[in-house]
């Protein structure tokens, strides 16, 4: 079984940052990768970034580009999404999810386990 739990969510005021940290246990990771996406209410799960463990190759949303950095720490089964410049419209609930597909996948079908998310707030 496998457990992801997100952390370092808050309220920020607009052009600040804030590092989301993502735990991951259970089972090895190192043959995955790992994706975080965001939802705020009434509207579909939105793919921000993912990883992959072993490559360490990145992919992002166009909407986070040059703005969020996702990073990996294999030694201790961690992500990382470091976000500057935050903007209220990036308000949401972030998640970290990881699948055992190759490749880096912004569908949330591709992804089978998911953290409990954490509260991002971007005040204007």
């Known amino acids: 079984q496998v457990q992801l739990v997100e952390s370092g969510g808050g309220l920020v005021q607009t052009g600040g940052s804030l590092r989301l940290s993502c735990a991951a246990s259970g089972r090895a990771f190192r043959d995955v990768a790992m994706g975080w996406f965001r939802q705020t209410p009434g509207k579909e799960r939105q793919f921000v970034a993912a990883i992959g463990w072993s490559t360490g190759s990145t992919y992002y949303a166009d909407s986070v580009k040059g703005r969020f950095t996702i990073s990996s720490d294999n030694a201790k089964n961690a992500v990382y999404l470091q976000m500057n410049s935050l903007q209220p419209e990036d308000t949401a609930v972030y998640y970290c999810?990881?699948?055992?597909?190759?490749?880096?996948?912004?569908?949330?079908?591709?992804?089978?386990?998911w953290g409990q998310g954490t509260q991002v707030t971007v005040s204007s």
């Open positions: 999810a990881s699948t055992r597909i190759r490749g880096l996948s912004s569908s949330v079908a591709a992804y089978d386990y």
